[in-house]
């Protein structure tokens, strides 16, 4: 195979050409010749740039998600410190060694752990951003 041993990538179609990129629907090399730019990629040229444009913009709606995230993922943890808070309060007159005592522990490790990670995950991506 060409182009595999620290040399610079060829394209798929014409050994001798130096890629410039990969078509980020087939991952194939391709030359200047073969790839379209479609701005945030390269696709070969008259086969996937429909597929490429579609990836973009599955890339597009995904970051649209994630940046709406953050104030919703914090939520789940909420509420399931709140469960784990009403358990843990009912469990108490139960009894330490009650089932909803026990279950109330464990809501609110959930909220912890996930109110933590999440934390994080919007930490990162904050930081992603501003920089
Ligand atoms: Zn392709
Ligand atoms: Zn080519």
Same mark, same amino acid.
């Given at each position: 195979m060409l182009?595999?041993?620290?040399?610079? $990538? *060829?394209?798929?179609?014409?050994? #001798?050409?130096?890629?410039?990129?990969?078509? +980020?629907?087939? #991952?194939?090399?391709?030359? !200047?010749d073969c790839c379209t730019d479609l701005g945030h990629g390269i696709a070969? *040229?008259? !086969?996937?740039? *429909?597929e490429v444009e579609q990836i973009n913009s599955l890339i597009e709606?995904? +970051?649209?998600?994630?940046? @709406?995230?953050?104030?919703g993922s914090l939520i789940m943890p909420f509420f399931y410190l709140l469960m784990g808070v009403a358990f843990i309060f009912y469990g108490m007159k139960r009894g330490f060694d @009650?089932?909803? %005592? !026990?279950l109330g522990c464990g809501f609110a490790a959930c909220g912890i752990i $996930?109110?933590?990670?999440?934390? +994080? %995950? %919007? +930490?990162? !991506?904050?930081? *992603?951003?501003s920089t």
């Open positions: 182009g595999f041993k620290g040399n610079k $990538m *060829k394209c798929f179609n014409h050994e #001798s050409k130096d890629a410039v990129g990969l078509c +980020k629907h087939c #991952s194939k090399g391709l030359c !200047i070969c *040229k008259g !086969i996937h740039e *429909k709606n995904n +970051k649209r998600v994630y940046e @709406s995230q953050p104030k @009650s089932l909803t %005592f !026990i $996930m109110f933590v990670y999440n934390t +994080k %995950f %919007f +930490k990162k !991506i904050t930081t *992603k951003y």
